[in-house]
């Protein structure tokens, strides 16, 4: 049970992630492409602290959701002057800088051989160290985020995002800022992003550069176009059936060899069907352009 127990947690943590950045992309309509630098961000910094500074946690957890913001402030500000295709090159560009720079700050951040021992959470005399009681914090943070994003798409402000979404062009007409609007969803998004990478670091107990490349970017937004774009639902089913569907070939009983290239095969099967039958994802409301 405790292989099930883990994979439910690394399924709601990309939950979070999923629905993170489904706010930037499927509500508002910006191809946001390097956002695993924002979890990098916010696990880098809370393991850090615990490591070197005896931080608690939960004080990680919350500062390094708090510097993924400042870094999403960072980086949409020049990069949403852009749009289309420019705008995607160069959120995956910021990507790459990041995972650059936590690979080759070795001094900070050890490089490539990461960061050991990071300490798990804790309530009280009670150690969150098993999966399956790591699973309940998952869950609960998880639904606290999928209430917050649903409460934003539904909100006044959810709604001004969906009208750039729609036609940015209008929405100017009729005297809305698009552009305070959109360095706003990057950088809610870009805070929970921050709060994953705190889980996942905590959780794994150690962290390096290869966790947060650019495939991990990717991999974050085919959750969200195959769970389906402005759809927080949809956040939740891409990121759970993405995670557990590969695991589960596991247990045909292929070589290793043969079953990495095959779950990656089956990955790609799947987003083609859906672009060609459902561009806007199974429980999408919008299609990406």
Request: aromatic share 12%.
């Amino acid at each position: 049970m405790g292989y099930v127990f883990h994979i439910l947690v690394i399924a709601g943590i990309y939950v979070i992630l999923a629905e993170s950045l489904n706010l930037v992309v499927g509500f508002t309509g910006l191809p946001g492409m390097g956002h695993a630098a924002f979890s990098c961000a916010g696990a880098y910094i809370s393991a850090l602290l615990a490591l070197q500074f005896g931080a608690s946690p939960w004080l990680g957890m919350l500062t390094g959701a708090m510097g993924a913001a400042i870094l999403g402030l960072v980086v949409a500000y020049p990069v949403l002057r852009l749009k289309g295709d420019y705008l995607a090159l160069a959120t995956f560009g910021a990507g790459v800088i990041v995972y650059s720079v936590a690979k080759n700050w070795v001094s900070v951040t050890r490089g490539p051989m990461g960061l050991p021992g990071i300490p798990t959470f804790s309530v009280g005399r009670w150690t969150i160290d098993s999966p399956w009681s790591y699973l309940i914090l998952v869950v609960i943070l998880a639904a606290l985020i999928t209430w917050a994003c649903r409460n934003i798409a539904e909100s006044p402000f959810g709604r001004d995002l969906k009208s750039i979404r729609e036609d940015e062009t209008a929405a100017i007409a009729l005297g809305k800022n698009t552009g305070k609007f959109k360095l706003m969803v990057f950088v809610i998004g870009a805070f929970f992003a921050g709060i994953a990478g705190s889980l996942y670091a905590h959780f794994i107990t150690f962290i390096d550069p290869s966790s947060f490349t650019t495939i991990e970017s990717i991999t974050i937004l085919l959750m969200v176009i195959f769970g389906g774009l402005g759809s927080i639902s949809g956040s939740v089913v891409g990121a759970v059936v993405l995670v557990i569907l590969p695991e589960l070939m596991r247990f045909v009983g292929l070589q290793s060899s043969f079953a990495a290239p095959l779950r990656q095969m089956i990955y790609g099967l799947l987003i083609v069907l859906l672009m060609m039958w459902r561009p806007q994802g199974i429980l999408g409301k919008y299609r990406f352009r």
